[in-house]
């Protein structure tokens, strides 16, 4: 084996790194929120009964399902422009597509979290005299935030793991900026290896955060 590991590649090019990896993760919590507010419209639809409102949402979230997301972020990117859409620039273009995936599959937790609210919370909610705004906000809403946060947390690593697809339009994320790296300086190895251990260690932090937040909230009282 003639290669020889050179991590002074590495310590020179940290702080260019580590932006890439802040920038990552803005990208996957914005795109998160955008797609939580898109979900829970879409599951408000969904259960709505009204089939003009549910089949439009049930459309949106098959063709989801059923597009790669990379090709969802070159039509975004790359087809919004051939209809003169063109005031969103490569980040902003990444967030559009990253929501509307996102927002797909909250959907379906969203929808699943509402149907899985015991009926007695509602029931006692009307006991007391809560307006339906007033069941919405004090009762349904955080009763489902708590049966769906361990989903949303996944949601939110996997998000963030899908945000190396940004490379592909050039968005300076991790994943581009190490190719960057490695295109200057052909340390093939030591880029890469560097890269996988901050998605790594990146996505286990979360995930224990997440779960620090799922134990005090997730629970029903």
Known sequence: MDYHFDWS???????????????????AVVSLAIGSVIGLLAA???????????????????????????????LIYFGLPEF???????????????????????????RAGLASIPKQYVEAAKAIGLRPWQRQAY????????????????NLISLFKDTSLAAAIAVPELTFTARQINANTF????????????????????????RLLERRYAAIR
């Open 9 to 27: 590649v590495i310590a020179r090019n940290s702080d260019k790194l580590i932006d890439a990896l802040i920038l990552g993760l803005w990208l």
């Open 44 to 74: 408000y639809a969904r259960v709505s009964g009204k089939w003009w409102l549910s089949r439009p949402v049930w459309l949106y979230v098959e063709f989801i399902r059923c597009t790669p997301l990379l090709l969802l972020i070159f």
């Open 84 to 110: 003169d859409i063109s005031f969103l620039n490569k980040t902003q273009s990444f967030v559009v597509s990253l929501s509307l995936y996102a927002g797909a599959y909250m959907s379906e937790v969203f």
């Open 139 to 154: 009762v349904i809403l955080p009763v489902m935030f708590r049966i769906t946060l361990p989903s949303i947390s996944n």
């Open 187 to 210: 340390r093939v190895m030591e880029v890469w290896l560097t890269a996988s251990a901050l998605y790594l260690v990146t996505a286990y932090l979360i995930a224990i955060l997440l």
